[in-house]
């Protein structure tokens, strides 16, 4: 399923047209780019795969803190966490099972390989710089709410189950409510 959320009635997506869609040069300041709220959080596309030939993108996430995103994996997309403001623990599985938790600080980093199931909760409100396999950083713009507010002053977007679904679908991402870390 593919779908795309529409800034107006011509079929023009809310996103199209910030970023350059093609590999060329550019600049973004603080606070430009391709933003979308979900939940609470103010995801800002950075880069995307239009623009690396699919081969990556990069994001930021504006979080407040709160409770633990869920359990989930992306079969194809490799992710990584680095943290430029705030606290946030990661919570990961490695191939052979063992589950670990680990509290990021400012300037630490961690990388989560494609298929492992993985969790993570911002402790301080947080500002992380993401990077993932090429056409993953549109999940966010699929199941959030488009904006062009680049703050997180703006009320919160909470999908409804259909939407968080297909999202999830059309990004090979399996939520795993079921998967604890204790």
């Known amino acids: 399923m ?3 959320y529409l800034a107006d009635p011509s079929g023009t997506p809310a996103w199209k047209g910030t970023l350059p869609g093609k590999p ?10 391709e933003h979308a709220m979900l939940f609470t959080d103010l995801f800002t596309v950075l880069l995307s ?8 993108g990069m ?6 803190s709160g409770n633990v995103i869920p359990t989930h994996s992306h079969h194809k997309t490799h ?15 490695g191939s052979d099972g063992t589950k670990t938790s680990s509290l990021l600080l400012p300037g630490d980093f961690a990388y989560v390989p494609a298929g492992r199931p993985h969790a993570y909760q911002v402790e301080e409100a947080a500002r992380i710089l993401g990077t993932v396999s090429g056409g993953f950083e549109r999940f966010f713009q699929h ?3 488009p904006t062009d507010h680049g703050t ?11 939407r968080m679904q297909a999202a999830a679908e059309q990004h090979d991402m399996q939520f795993m409510p079921q998967h604890t870390w204790e």
């Open 2 to 4: 593919t779908f795309e």
């Open 79 to 93: 992710e990584t966490f680095y943290i430029v403001e705030g606290k946030v623990r990661v919570f990961v599985e």
């Open 143 to 145: 199941m959030g709410h």
């Open 49 to 56: 795969g239009d623009e690396t030939n699919g081969q990556f």
């Open 59 to 64: 994001m930021t996430a504006d979080c407040p």
């Open 24 to 33: 060329e040069p550019y600049v973004l300041r603080r606070g430009e780019g």
């Open 152 to 162: 997180r002053e703006q009320p919160p977007f909470i999908p409804d189950f259909p």
